[in-house]
């Protein structure tokens, strides 16, 4: 069983369109996270978010916003899209977010493409 | 704030030969670090990570990294490469409001046989 999973693998769409990321982990984790990685391969934290708390990276655009139905899952919603949302996005979850050594793991990642 | 540094953005090595890919980090408390590797079209794995017990950490595939508070360091080594090492890998140091994980820019590891 895949421990984090994210659909869909690839996402091909125009700009301007509204779009959805599904991720959802099977580990029993609190905590979940989005990252994306850009064309140079630099990564950087989006969203962290358990069932307490959201928090948002400050330079993310408030077209992007994750939506958590339930503790399993963490969905990424992105409205209106530009052509560099154009990326990788990596979802993740940890345990319960607050031990400084607790290992995030991954899902494999959506390789976004706006046209 | 926490940062990390990784020296050399491509490291290529021969089969057999030592890997070493460099990492210093930045951090206004004691840190917890992390080696992620990144193989094609793929997600990140955990190689190790370092949570302030033993200072020499070892991982998985035959790889270790020492903490050097002196030396604000934490370099990731592997005696004998293998073909299968080719992949790209990433230091990371949980920031200090432990939320998030800040990664390096990554190095990416070519093995020539």
């Known amino acids: 069983d895949t421990a984090v999973s994210q659909t869909p693998k690839y996402l091909v769409t125009q700009m301007g369109n509204d779009k959805s990321i599904k991720c959802e982990q099977n580990l029993g984790h609190d905590t979940m996270y989005w990252y994306k990685q850009d064309s140079k391969k630099f990564l950087k934290i989006m969203f962290s978010y358990n069932n307490k708390e959201l928090i948002i990276n400050e330079t993310v655009p408030n077209r992007f916003s994750p939506k958590s139905p339930d503790k399993a899952h963490l969905n990424l919603h992105i409205n209106s899209l530009e052509l560099g949302d154009s990326a990788v996005y990596f979802c993740?979850?940890?345990?319960?977010?607050?031990?400084?050594?607790?290992?995030?793991?991954f899902g494999p990642g959506t390789r976004l493409l706006v046209l | 704030a926490q940062s990390v540094t990784q020296l050399g953005s491509h490291v290529s090595v021969s089969e057999g030969a030592l890997v070493l890919l460099r990492c210093n980090y930045s951090?206004?408390?004691?840190?917890?670090l992390f080696w992620y590797v990144q193989y094609p079209n793929q997600g990140l794995q955990l190689l190790l990570k370092?949570?302030?017990?033993?200072?020499l950490v070892k991982g998985i595939n035959g790889f270790e990294a020492e903490f050097k508070k002196s030396e604000t360091s934490f370099h990731l080594t592997k005696p004998s490469a293998h073909m299968s090492d080719a992949a790209e890998y990433f230091c990371a140091v949980r920031n200090q409001a432990g939320t998030a994980l800040i990664f390096g820019k990554g190095t990416t590891l070519s093995v020539s046989s």
């Open positions: 993740a979850s940890s345990q319960d977010g607050t031990s400084g050594g607790e290992t995030q793991y």
């Open positions: 951090s206004s408390v004691p840190p917890y």
């Open positions: 370092y949570t302030s017990a033993a200072t």
